[in-house]
């Protein structure tokens, strides 16, 4: 038998990990959407995220804007974007394509989904990829050929993971054979779907652990405010959310009410995860910053001390966007004398 080496010999080397803090965006569909998304994104830009995800619609819908949206954070802030990218009905050579048009832009991040199945049960054409699997081993194949292009920055890739069975899964055993075979194909790491029961995420690891998944498994909490929302993500995923939890919602005689609920409730929900051995937190945003950063600000999250320099870049972009907003504020006035 081998003697232990250097480092197997100081286990502490590294001391403890930060705590990952990333949030959801999804693209506009207006210019009052947009409006909107840009100041949640000047207010989470603040908190200096490890990386922001922006969503894809099924089969690429809103490609376009979804790309404009990275672009944007690329180019106009110090956010690191995580590119979604669903596979059902595309050919390896679509994918292909908008895979090396993502990282000539710099992006360093994709989240690999199979996407939504077509709701009329329409076949997919011949040739398209099916799987989550398939899209993680070619985005390494797309990610190889550009290797002398990266090596300053290789691509990372995320899978969805399900703390409750999936809708179309068999068990939730099955679940965690399909997210190892993710991790056999490449993938780097994994985000939750929405879960609603403190238990869940821990119940999760655990399977996954003693299945053989390695791979960071990082919770995805929502804020738990909107009744609406609620039971809308409740019956997608095909989960009840916690009757006490929608009760004491429904009860709540005031907007400012129920969001005090809520957030003490993901906020229980965040905790749980971390005390399980989360490795970072993914709050879905909708969009909108203020609940999110409600949750963020009762979480005592240990955080990385970025360099000077970015944090420099960071008050610098604060500044231009404070400058622009007063240009238009001036203009309005103008227009408006």
Not at 24 to 52: G, H, K, M
Not at 237 to 255: C, K
Not at 293 to 308: G, K
Request: aromatic content about 4%; glycine content about 8%; proline content about 7%.
């Amino acid at each position: 038998m081998s003697p232990p080496s250097l480092i197997d010999a100081h286990s502490d080397l590294s001391g403890a990990a930060p705590v990952a803090l990333s949030y959801e965006l999804f693209p506009p569909r207006s210019p009052e959407a947009a409006e909107t998304l840009w100041t949640t994104i000047r207010e989470i830009e603040t908190t200096d995220p490890d990386y922001v995800s922006v969503t894809y619609g099924a089969s690429g819908s809103n490609r376009d804007t979804a790309v404009d949206l990275i672009n944007r954070l690329l180019t106009e802030t110090t956010l690191r974007p995580l590119a979604h990218l669903t596979c059902v009905g595309n050919t390896p050579q679509e994918l292909a394509e908008i895979i090396g048009g993502l990282l000539d832009h710099g992006v360093r991040g994709i989240l690999a989904l199979r996407g939504d199945l077509p709701k009329d049960g329409s076949q997919p054409a011949p040739g398209s990829l099916r799987y989550a699997q398939d899209l993680i081993e070619l985005i390494r194949r797309v990610e190889q050929r550009r290797s002398a292009l990266l090596c300053a920055g290789k691509v990372a890739v995320g899978v969805a993971a399900y703390p409750t069975r999936h809708p179309e899964s068999p068990s939730i055993e099955h679940d965690v054979e399909v997210l190892l075979a993710k991790q056999r194909s490449g993938a780097d790491f994994a985000i939750t779907q929405v879960f609603f029961h403190t238990e869940e995420y821990s119940d999760l690891l655990t399977r996954a652990r003693r299945a053989g998944v390695t791979i960071p498994i990082i919770p995805g909490v929502m804020p738990l405010t909107s009744l609406r929302r609620l039971k809308r993500l409740g019956e997608l995923a095909g989960v009840d959310p916690a009757p006490q939890l929608m009760d004491r919602l429904a009860a709540a005689d005031s907007d400012a009410e129920r969001r005090r609920i809520g957030v003490a409730a993901t906020v229980d929900l965040a905790n749980a995860a971390l005390d399980a051995g989360a490795p970072g937190i993914h709050l879905y945003t909708f969009n909108e910053h203020g609940h999110a950063l409600d949750v963020l600000d009762r979480l005592a999250l240990p955080r990385p001390v970025r360099p000077a320099s970015r944090r420099l870049t960071l008050s610098r972009s604060q500044e231009l966007a404070s400058e622009e907003l007063a240009g238009q504020e001036l203009a309005s006035q103008g227009l408006a004398s």
